[in-house]
C-alpha cells in the first residue's frame, strides 16, 4: 500500500490511548505506559480497561468509546481473541493507527490464528486502519518521546531502523545510544499485516530528520515493490 501521509502524526503523537492496561505491573500494556513515562512523554495517556479507575497513576476508562477525544495512536495489546473486536473498536471511534502488540496469529502456524490474521486484514482494509504489526514492539521516537524499550536517549539523530524483530530493534537502540549514536525513528513492525518494509521506507525516504536506513528483514511481503535503488540511503541487512 502507499504511505499515508496521517500516519505521520503517529510518531509524535499528542494522545495515546492503550487498550489493554492491566491492573497488575508487568501486565498488558503498562510497558508502552512506563515507556512513555521514562521518556518523559508530555501528551495524554487514556489506559483502557473495563474495571479499573486507575493504571499507574493515570485515570483509566472502561472503553476506547469512552475516551474524550479520538487518539493520534492506539496501542492494541490484548488477547488474539480480542484483537478484532478491539479494531471495530478503534474504527467507531475514528482512530485509524493503530500499534498493534498482540501476538498469535499465523506465526503461530496453526488453523486459528491464520483465520484470525485473514479478519484482521478484511478489517484493517474496510476501516482504513494503519496498523504496525500484529506481533511488534512498535514504535521508538525520541522526538515522540515514545518507546516500547523503557528510558533512551531523547535526542534525535540521523539513523532509522525498521526491524521485524522487536528484540534486535530494541537492541540495536539500546547499542546506538551507548555508542553516541541517535536515532530518528526505531520500527519493530513484526507480522506487517498493513504496514510493510516497503511502507515505511517511503516514509522515511522523505523524513528530514532521517540520512541513514538500517533494516533487519525476515521476509519481504509484495517483493516487487521494493526498489531498493529508489532509497539510495537504504542499506538492507536481510537475514
Known sequence: M???PGFDVAFKPRSV???G???KERGGGNMFIGGMKEMGYEGVIYPINPTAEEIMGLRCYASLADVPEVPDLVIVAVSAGRAEQALEECIRKGARNI????AGFLETGEEQGAQLAERLREV???GRLNIVGPNCM????PEGRLSPWGKLPVESGPVAMISQSGALGGEFARVAADAGLRMSKVISYGNGYVLDCTDYLEHLESDPQTKYIAMYLEGVQGVASLDCCKFRRAVPAVS
Open 17 to 19: 490511548a492503550v487498550l
Open 138 to 141: 512498535g514504535i521508538y521516537s
Open 2 to 4: 502507499a504511505w499515508d
Open 124 to 126: 484493517a482494509r474496510r
Open 99 to 102: 500499534h498493534m502488540f498482540t
Open 21 to 23: 492496561a492491566s491492573t
